[in-house]
Every structure is written in structure tokens, then in C-alpha cells.
């Protein structure tokens, strides 16, 4: 099992106290599962993925990776569990004036010893490494360009080709999609899927595009004010539960997530 949450609640880092970004959620999650997760802006989707990544730590509950509480051991064996993950933000933090191959490269840094990273940093030492990770995102000609001669698309592209260099065993990916066209998207979508299934690395990839999570992955599950509306087989989901999950997304009122879970949706919460 990757990941394991037993009524988990996380808020912000200097959010006030009554301010939870995730509230009473569990659910459990095994190797090499390939899940989405939907939901409305400021649902918790990115508080999610950033307390599996170990960048939160939970207020309330029990959290295992990989089958220990990372907030329960050493520093030195949480730095080793987070170089088993690979945490991929909206805004890849890739340094403007740095090259490509540089910035690709640093999806290794977990694995690379200090001098590595440094003799890396003054000259690259896996050249071919990055440029077989930029291949499949159609990339490879920007092997040697600056990082602010990217497009938005590009930048985006360029943050997933660091998960293709990187020894990770779980993909924690937010938004990748959101500054890319249909086909880019897909094509991106389908490189992140196939390479997590070549390593069975567990994928978890938040979206906005609902039609296309329900196409491509198996299990979603969809977030709204910080806790789980429904974990369900896309096979299982209905328009009417999109429609009540997204619904006045930012009233106060949680009406709408009640009205999910009359639809029949609470058969399917929470997994574990």
C-alpha cells in the first residue's frame, strides 16, 4: 500500500485554527493505482496531494507512506520517503535564467549526492537522461534553451519531464494540463500514465477537465471543502454527480454536497 489516511485533517500553513484545508478524510490507496481527483477550486485537492507528498503535516488523524507515519521517524528517513515520491506543482518552481537540461535534471536530485548535484549544476552529467525525458513531450529541441524562453505549455511539460528522471514511486501531480491544448493534454496525460504503469509507481493527478479524468482513469475521487463527496469506479459516476459536486462550488452553504451524497454516492466513501 502507498498511501494510508485515517481521518486526516490539515490546515495551511498559518491558516487559523478553525481553517481546515482537509477535514475527517480517509481513504487508502495501493501500489501502482491510478487515480483523479476532481473537484471545485479550493476544494483541497492541492492540500491533498501535498500532505502525501509530506510538505503538510496533518493537524488530527493517522497517515502512513509506504507503510509509515512520515512524521513519526527520523528526518533523515523522511528525507529518504520524500525521494520516493515526486510532488509536481502547477507552476513548476523552475528558475528562469536556468537551462532546460538543468532544470529537468533536478527531478534526480533526490537520488544525487551533494557533489553530483553540484558538478551537475556547472556542467550536466546525464545529458541523454534529460533529453529521453523531453522526448516524449516533443521538447527535445529546447534541450539547451533558457527556462523564461518557454511558453506556459512548455513550462508545464518541462515540470513533467522531471518525473521521467526522477526514481520516484508515487506521481503527486496538480494541474499539469491547465496551460495546455486538448491534444497536448492528452498527450501529456498519456506519457504520465504509461511511464507510471512501466514502473508500477502509484499515480494521484488533480484536474479540472472532469470529462477527461473520466475517460482515463479508473478510480476518481472528488474533493469539495475539504472533505471526500465521493471515491468512486468512473463507470460508477453520473452526470448528476458532477452536476451536484460542482453546483454553487462556493456558497457557504453545503447543501450541494448533501444532495451528492442522496444521489447514492456514499456507497462508494471512503476506501480503505
Known amino acids: 500500500m502507498t498511501f494510508l489516511l485515517q481521518h486526516i485533517s490539515t490546515r495551511h500553513i498559518g491558516a487559523a485554527k478553525s481553517s481546515f484545508a482537509l477535514r475527517d478524510l480517509s481513504l487508502s490507496i495501493q501500489q501502482g493505482e491510478q487515480i483523479a481527483l476532481i473537484g471545485p477550486s479550493g476544494a483541497g485537492k492541492t492540500s491533498l496531494l ?3 507528498a509530506c510538505a503538510l503535516k496533518p493537524e488530527q488523524g493517522a497517515l502512513q507512506i509506504f507503510g509509515n507515519d512520515p512524521w513519526h521517524i527520523s528526518s533523515a528517513e523522511r528525507h529518504a ?5 515526486f510532488l509536481a506543482p502547477q507552476t513548476p518552481p523552475l528558475p528562469p535564467r536556468q537551462r532546460v537540461v538543468n532544470a529537468v535534471l533536478a527531478g534526480a536530485l533526490p537520488q544525487w549526492s551533494v557533489w553530483q548535484a553540484i558538478r551537475s549544476l556547472i556542467k550536466p ?3 541523454d537522461a534529460a533529453y529521453q525525458a523531453l522526448l516524449p513531450f516533443n521538447l527535445q529541441d529546447k534541450l539547451y534553451a533558457r527556462v523564461d524562453r518557454l511558453s506556459g505549455g512548455e513550462r508545464q511539460r518541462c515540470g513533467m519531464a522531471r518525473a521521467l528522471v526522477s526514481k520516484a514511486e508515487a506521481f503527486l501531480v496538480d494541474e499539469p494540463l491547465s496551460a495546455l491544448d486538448p491534444t497536448l493534454a492528452l498527450q501529456t496525460l498519456t506519457v504520465l500514465q504509461q511511464e507510471a504503469h512501466k514502473r508500477n509507481a502509484t499515480l494521484i493527478c488533480s484536474l479540472h477537465q472532469v470529462e477527461l479524468a473520466r475517460a482515463n482513469f479508473s478510480r476518481i475521487i472528488a474533493l469539495r471543502d475539504g472533505r ?13 454527480m458532477i452536476a451536484a459536486l460542482y453546483q454553487n462550488a462556493h456558497d457557504d452553504s453545503n447543501s450541494n454536497i448533501d444532495n451528492a451524497i442522496d444521489l447514492g454516492v456514499n ?3 471512503p476506501r480503505c
Not at 520517503?81 to 515520491?85: G, S
Not at 463527496?229 to 452526470?239: K, L, P, Q
Open 50 to 52: 501535498h500532505t502525501l
Open 81 to 85: 520517503m520524500r525521494a520516493r515520491l
Open 125 to 127: 552529467v546525464e545529458i
Open 228 to 240: 471526500i463527496v465521493f471515491d468512486a469506479n468512473s463507470a460508477e459516476i453520473s452526470d448528476a
Open 267 to 269: 456507497d462508494a466513501v
